[in-house]
Structures are given as C-alpha cells and as structure tokens.
C-alpha cells in the first residue's frame, strides 16, 4: 500500500517570499513551471516527487497552461491527479496559476484572446485540475486580432465568477502592459503580476518594462530564467548527444549554441565557481537581484536538478565587482523565442 504523503513540518522554516507588486499577495522567489517533463509523455512517479519536493522546500507557487504537455492538457490533469493523492486539506497553502492564448485545440476558437477561447480555456483548466478556482489566471500572450479591452473583460470575468483570485498577463510590451492596467483598473480588477521571459541572455525587460510594472504597482514573474537551458553546465562543451535541442520543436533551437553564446557561457560559468554556485544557481540569484522580480519561474527534469535549483536561495547576493564582471558576459543572445508575440502580436 502506497505511503501518504506528509508534508515536511519545517517548510516555512527558511522559506523565501517576496510580495507581489503592491498587492497583499507574497509568492516563493522561486516557483515551479510545468511546462514540461510533467506531460502525459513523462514519468508521473518523477513530477509527483518533484511537486512533493519543492513543496517540502517552501516553494508554495505551481505555474501551469492549458497546452503544457505533451499532449496538450496532461500538465494539468497530472498536477491534478497529484493535488488529489497528496495534498487534501492544503489548497489554501498553495497559488496555483494557468494561462491562455496559444493554440489549444482546432479550429478558430482554440486560440487567440477572444472572450470565448479564455473563459472556455479556463473552464477546461479547471476541470483538468479538479478545482474551483485558480489563484492566477493569465492572458499569455497579446493577440492582433483581439481588442485589448475584451481580453481584459474576459479576465474580469474570471474573477466575478470566482474562477480567478487574480489576473495576469504574459509577454506584453511596456506600452501594452499600461494599457492593459488602465483597463483593469477602470474595471475594479487590478493587474496583480506580468511574467516574461528574462535571462543574463535575454535582457529585454530591463528595457521599460520593469520600471513600467514598477509604477504600476504590478508583480514579474521571470520565466526561462536558464535560457532554455544554455545557462546549466549541460552545454559547456557544445552539444551532448541528449539534448533537448536535437528533438523536434524543441524550444531551444540548434542556432542558440553558436561559438559567441558558448564563449558567453563559459565565462559566466567560470564567475559561478568563483562565487560557490553552479552556473544555473548563479543565473537565478542574478534574476532575483533586483526586488523588482518577484520570483523566477523554474523547470526541473528530476528531484536532483530542482535542488539544485532551489539552493540558489542560500546566495542571492551580489557583490558590485560581481555584477560588473557579469556583464560583460550577460548580454542579448539572441534567445528570446516570444520577441515577435510580443512586438508583432501576430
């Protein structure tokens, strides 16, 4: 007979939060993404020990979307089935978020921004997780085609029907990240928290819109914070044959490992070993550096890498010296895989 669960009972002990905005809502500086290897195509028994892990650790905040898979939907119908086994009785200990707005299922109602597709997304989401509400629903990603005030009525709605505490959005510009606060606000719903992609490879939020969020009151939640994986140990010495990058679709393209981002990435490595950490701990601390960030949004392929990941905690302090030297290394690579859904919203 399969042993319950028991949460550790010093999880709080050393745990890290960081406060969202200005809002009265706190969230772990470290979240967990399952956006991948928690899919149908993966090994439950290795999610479940992660989910079960990182709560053990402090982590309180479970990021998902209605396509994480693969298939699309088995990220959710997972973390739910794991919610069921091992976590009756704490849903008030947790934040629990999901988005939509990339394509979910055929036909023109299966993606984009439209009323119909989020609130129907989030119905399906639900049902998926067996819950009644979530603490996050996000917008993810801004849609042409869409008017920027239905959007934002769509999510208003989601918290009128109680299917939502809070509302985001994910990879907007500054200027489209303004508008969508006014128009929230001007609804009584305020925007609690933005996540976009951000790396010492991929600086583009420092550019406006964390000073935007700032002024607005808004949270950030980084996600990608390891540069879809160039920023580990794994590609220090090129491609390994296992890569996530010789699969088909993957997220991290052959073209990011050119002899430029290598060389970047040996150097940032080398700053790591100086400081104690491995080179992911050192990107995520260097994520956190700035309060502004209220947590980094992770991935985990087993329960040794996510604590790995975790005990970026015990260092996110940055000497000026420190800061300088990395960069001359951190700069744009070339990675940012959302830039054209963000600028072109096409």
Known sequence: MEKPYAPNPSRYDHATFRRCGSSGLVLSAITVGLWQNFGGADVFETGRAMIRRAFD???THFD???NYGPPYGSAEENFGTILRKDFGGLRNELVISTKAGWDMW???YGIGASRKYLLASLDDSLKRMGLEYVDI??????????????????????????????????????????AAAEILKSMGVPLLIHQPSYSMLNRWIEKGLLDTLDELGAGCIAFSPL???????????????????TAANSSLLKEFLNDENIVRVRSLSEIAKKRGQSL???????????????SALIGARNVEQLDDSLDALK?????????????????????????????KMD
Request: glycine share 8%; no cysteine.
């Open 57 to 59: 650790r402090g982590v």
């Open 64 to 66: 998902l979307a209605n």
């Open 137 to 178: 629903f996000y917008a993810h990603r801004p849609w042409a085609n869409a008017p920027l005030e239905e959007t934002m009525g769509a999510l208003v709605t989601a918290v009128h029907q109680g299917k939502a505490l809070y509302v985001g959005i994910s990879s907007y510009s500054p200027e489209r990240t303004r």
């Open 315 to 343: 260092k996110l302090d940055f000497s000026s010296a420190e800061l300088a030297e990395i960069d001359r290394y951190a700069q744009d690579a070339g990675i940012d895989l959302w830039k054209d859904a963000r600028e």
């Open 227 to 245: 540069a879809q994986g160039l920023l580990t140990d794994k590609y220090l010495k090129g491609m390994p044959k296992d890569s996530r990058a």
């Open 280 to 294: 992911a701990q050192m990107a995520i601390a260097w994520v956190l550096r700035d309060r502004r960030v209220t």
């Open 106 to 108: 055929p036909g023109p």
